[in-house]
């Protein structure tokens, strides 16, 4: 055979075997639909969601699983597909997520964990549900809406009715879905969205939501628009203490609020994976800050693993709207500053606020940031002392990519090694934190960790964990 006809060959073989992939991939999207629409069984891998991926998505997600397979070989379509086939022959399952790429690379029998998981859950999974109500439709509202909206629809879980903003002029709905639908940082939004004037409100993604104009919380009739019980996330940061907050249960229909910024008194400051069990029958809860849970859940497993006696936390963070675009009077020092031309030091609250959630660091961290010139994608710089030192970098990075290819903590830390890798790469990565490797640095009882994180999808992720968990849905998580 000449050499043309071996690659003429070797270019069937590839195009054979991509063809079948993705074959069993459509096949794969239909019964993942199935379980979705019909069970409330969500299926990832290796906590990436399987629900709206395209055929050509679930092949790339399966060849990128080689990053967190044991043997370093990626889970085969094939191998998928066979385990959903698994999960779709247990028609009693309901509101389960269950992770396949996880069961596999254990070696764990499908119809086995479900068994097990079912007969040990403490508590029965329930998908309620529940209205949710955005106060403010800035950068973190907008993207909470993305996220909310971009999932399939269904009638069950957080149900998005409603989004209240200070009084606009004429125009304002349109321009606001303008915003929605168009993003300099995060691209098009994936999905439709409609005017609906006559009504006052968007349909977005074939959902109704509609737009409520208020000066206050309080004054607000949510009932008068066919909303009760809802829980209210507040992102508008202009309220942090339980008087200011408490105007939203004053109104009518409103019955939990959830906070996107770091609270003031007594209100807990939960960062989801590491504190989250604390929520109880709170009527009023923070999300802490992007910072704050970027940072609390490798400090959680470091301070676990090695003991932490001390350290600083540096955070190099993109500019945020609070700043100026040029120099011009600014109630805080130094943001009346150009942010688009200074790297700005400001101060920051999150590694005080790592106590908060995470008790056992209380007062053993310092922190300091600096604002630069980019919209987005932050860096967090952890100089810790360690009570027992790993024996070498590459230990530690060991563990660390072990803790990030956990069941655990696959939905709070990621993990990447690449030499190229630069701030925009990580747009858009749900995990909260992603170690970078390629910079840490051990020296004694001395640890340098750096860690990127979109403090805008990161930490939007993590608010919905905790408005889920607020609103009483319970997931049986199989992994």
Known sequence: MSNAEALRQLHQDHFSTYSQQ???????????????????????????????????????????????????????????????????????????????????????????????????????????????????????????????????ASAKGLQLKAIVVRPGMEGDIAKRASLLERDSIHGTFSGAVHLDTDNNGMIINGRFVQIIYANDPSEIDYTAYGIDNALVIDNTGKWKDEEGLGKHLQARGASKVLLTAPAKGDIKNVVYGVNNETIGEDTIVSAAS????????????????????????????????????????????????????????TSTGAAKAV????????????????????????????????????????????????????????????????????????????????????????????????IWYDNEVGYSTQVLRVAAQMAGIRYLTIA
């Open 22 to 152: 993705q074959q069993n991939a459509i096949e794969l999207i239909g019964l993942l639909n199935q379980l979705s629409n019909q069970q409330d069984v969500q299926v990832s891998l290796f906590g990436e969601s399987l629900a709206t991926a395209s055929a050509s998505q679930l092949l790339a997600l399966h060849q990128q699983s080689a990053l967190r397979t044991k043997d370093g070989k990626p889970v085969s379509v094939d191998q998928t597909l066979a385990s959903v086939k698994q999960i779709a022959q247990n028609s009693e399952l309901r509101a389960a997520r269950i992770d396949v790429g996880q069961l596999i690379n254990a070696g764990k029998d499908v119809s086995q964990a479900i068994n097990q998981a079912t007969s040990t859950q403490s508590q029965p999974a329930t998908n309620e549900p529940r209205d949710v109500v955005l106060y403010g439709f800035g950068r973190i509202g907008r993207i909470l809406t993305r996220l909310l909206l971009s999932e399939s």
């Open 290 to 345: 992007c910072t704050t849970n970027a940072i609390t859940p490798t400090l959680k497993v470091l301070n676990d693993e090695f003991g932490i006696e001390n350290g600083h936390v540096e955070t190099i963070h993109s500019f945020t709207n609070d700043q100026n675009l040029i120099d011009n009077y600014h109630k805080a020092d130094r943001r009346g500053r150009s942010a688009v031309l200074n790297m700005v030091i």
């Open 355 to 450: 106590g908060k959630a995470l008790p056992e660091l209380n007062g053993k961290l310092t922190g300091n940031a600096i604002r630069v010139p980019t919209p987005n994608v932050s860096l967090a710089i952890l100089n810790l002392n360690l009570k027992s030192a790993p024996s070498s970098r590459e230990a530690l990075n060991t563990f660390l990519q072990d803790t990030a290819n956990s069941a655990q903590w696959q939905a709070q830390i990621a993990y990447t090694d690449s030499t190229e890798a630069v701030s925009t790469d990580f747009v858009g990565t749900k995990q909260v934190g992603i170690v970078d490797s390629q910079a840490t640095i051990v020296t004694d009882n001395h640890a340098t960790i750096y």
